[in-house]
Nanobody
C-alpha cells in the first residue's frame, strides 16, 4: 500500500501561482505513475497531470496545459504541481494519486486550492 500526504494548498488571487507537493510512503517501489487530480463542488473529478516514475513522461489536461507543471523527486518520493496563471475555475480540492503496476490507485486526502477573482 502507498500512503500519500499533500501540502501547499491555499488561497491565491487570479493570475497568481501556487505549488502543491505530495509525499509518498509505503510500497513506493510499486508506483508506476504519479499524478494530480481535482474536484470542484458539483463537478466530476478531473485528472490534471501525470508523470511516470520511469522516464518521467508527463501528460496534462487541456484545461491546464501551458500553466501547470508536474515534477517528481524520486530520491524523496515526492511529486509536485507548479500552478501558474491561476484562474477562478481552477478552484477545487486537489488530490495526489499513484497507480501501481497492478493498476491499483492510491489517493491522498486532498488539499483545497481557492482562486479569487
Amino acid at each position: 500500500q502507498v500512503q500519500l500526504v499533500e501540502s501547499g494548498g491555499g488561497l491565491v488571487q487570479a493570475g497568481g501561482s501556487l505549488t502543491l507537493s505530495c509525499a509518498a510512503s509505503g510500497s513506493i517501489f510499486s508506483i508506476y505513475v504519479m499524478g494530480w487530480s481535482r474536484q470542484a463542488p458539483g463537478k466530476q473529478r478531473e485528472l490534471v497531470a501525470t508523470i511516470t516514475t520511469s522516464g518521467g513522461r508527463t501528460s496534462y489536461a487541456d484545461s491546464v496545459k501551458g500553466r501547470f507543471t508536474i515534477s517528481r523527486d524520486s530520491a524523496k518520493s515526492t511529486v509536485s504541481l507548479q500552478m501558474n496563471s491561476l484562474k477562478p475555475e481552477d478552484t477545487a480540492v486537489y488530490s495526489c494519486y499513484t497507480i501501481d503496476r497492478s493498476a491499483f490507485y492510491s489517493w491522498g486526502q486532498g488539499t483545497q486550492v481557492t482562486v479569487s477573482s
